[in-house]
């Protein structure tokens, strides 16, 4: 049985899975997985750029009987620059890494935010691409200079493995670089900030094929005839396009993870000084789909807090025991904003920074899992009412996907506070996104629609409801 070969690509985490069609079920299994922290160097924090292709070619290697097709799906915003030889210039810099705030703050001296938002339609954020392009610029000027061409993450993974340079266009649309109606690298913020065209690839696609590994850059591979395709290779698209909000206008969409990222598909971009003030984005998703949501911080928070207090008590806490007591303590009535800045650094202390937030300290640790989890149901509430109000659209249900919605008690919480009805599942959704595009592209499934179907067959929902309906 031959089978797809995804990689799913967290910003803490890397899974592969094996997926294959069988008696009308996706049946998956996982071949790798692996912790991936950011590393200093040079002052800087960066991807371990060694340890995560190591670990996709050594993966490769091992299936290759088994595999007909692969493809990547990564977070968003992030990239490597490559040389006029094709060798990688420097580590991958981390979104989470400080000095992106240079390019943010030197961005506003050519153009306000304002601007930028209405020629990109991308939420304002110091993470972004443009951002950290702009500091590169400022801090690493002889690099800069040798920049033949800046690929996204898993656009410079696809390079190595097929030799091939593109963007796919999921993933460019996270950049703030993008122009979301002519699906093309923006001209206007390419003039304006004096950034050479010439170094962004041609803008395909999801569903296409790439190459193949007979023509990698990484010697091993090369006697392997398989092709890499572009899935929505942003993490997010390939997910969201198994909600119920990709086919109901009355569903939104809470992708739960590290980041949490909540919204609606539209049928165009949603450019507005109102989705302007509210902080709000637009991405492009799989078959020509926008989708429109806004980046919050999620449960990096809680996994920030549980590293944090594991250092402190000497011991593991599992989610179990953070989940009994959310549960049992529901009472604590402080809130943060998880959207603020702070809450997005690479270090910092957690306890310390929600209590200068606050202005006050909890007497149990474990009462910031609460103001957590508290605080997260309060920000999507806070960004559903927003949303309905832009688009003048009203909505019933929201879908979660993602780490959060293994969560019961994160989930109820959701529901209560929302009042809408929550469907939560597949837990895979990712994975499963990245699969499903793999097999329309190899002519295994006629259509998105009967990969519905399929995903449908394979797995359980799970539905919540308000306690208060």
């Known amino acids: 049985m031959k089978k797809s070969l995804a990689f799913d690509m967290g910003a803490t985490s890397i899974r592969g899975i094996l997926g294959y069609v069988e008696n009308g079920q996706l049946k998956t299994e996982e071949v790798l997985r692996f912790s991936h922290e950011r590393i200093k160097e040079d002052g800087r924090s960066r991807w371990d750029w060694k340890k995560i292709i190591g670990n996709i070619v050594n993966t490769i290697i091992k299936y290759k009987d088994e595999i007909e097709s692969i493809g990547i799906d990564t977070w968003g915003v992030d990239f490597g620059v490559i040389d006029k030889e094709g060798n990688l210039l420097e580590n991958p810099i981390s979104y989470r890494d400080a000095k992106n705030a240079i390019g943010y703050e030197n961005a506003q001296k050519v153009m306000s935010f304002k601007e930028i938002f209405m020629n ?190 594991e250092n402190r008590y000497s011991r593991k806490i599992p989610f179990e025991e953070i989940t009994e007591y959310v549960k049992s303590n529901l009472t604590v009535a402080t809130y943060i904003d998880v959207a603020l800045p702070v809450f997005q650094q690479d270090e910092f202390d957690i306890i310390s920074e929600i209590d200068n937030v606050t202005k006050e300290h909890q007497e149990n640790d474990f009462d910031y899992f609460v103001i957590i989890y508290k605080s997260l149901t309060k920000k999507y509430n806070e960004t559903i009412n927003y949303i309905k109000s832009i688009t003048k659209r009203e909505f019933n249900r929201l879908h979660i996907i993602g780490g959060g919605a293994k969560s019961t008690v994160l989930c109820q919480m959701i529901a209560d506070e929302t009042g809408l009805d929550v469907i939560v599942g597949p837990f895979e959704a990712t994975a499963y996104g990245n699969i499903l595009i793999q097999k329309i592209a190899q002519k295994e499934i006629a259509s998105l629609e009967e990969g519905f179907k399929i995903i449908a067959n394979t797995t359980q929902l799970y539905n919540y409801k308000a306690k208060n309906n």
């Open 120 to 309: 990109t339609g991308n939420q304002i954020m110091s993470i972004n691409t443009l951002f950290q392009l702009l500091t590169l610029k400022e801090v690493s000027e002889d690099n800069y200079s040798k920049i033949d061409k800046l690929l996204m993450m898993p656009d410079l993974i696809n390079y190595f493995l097929t030799g091939e340079r593109y963007a796919e266009a999921t993933i460019a649309s996270t950049t703030q670089l993008f122009d979301l109606a002519e699906r093309k690298i923006s001209n206007k913020i390419l003039e304006k900030f004096e950034i050479n065209k010439n170094i962004f690839p041609p803008v395909i696609e999801p569903g296409n094929i790439v190459g193949n590994l007979k023509n990698s850059r990484i010697e091993e591979l090369r006697e392997l005839d398989i092709p890499v395709i572009s899935v929505a290779s942003h993490d997010t698209a390939s997910a969201a396009l198994l909600t119920q909000a990709y086919t109901d206008p009355k569903c939104m969409f809470l992708s739960c993870g590290t980041w949490s990222l909540i919204g609606c598909v539209t049928d165009k971009p949603v450019i507005t000084e109102e989705a302007y003030d509210n902080s709000l984005t637009n991405e492009t998703g799989y078959r020509d789909s926008n989708m429109f949501f806004t980046n919050i911080t999620g449960l990096y928070l809680v996994e920030k807090l549980k590293e944090q207090l």
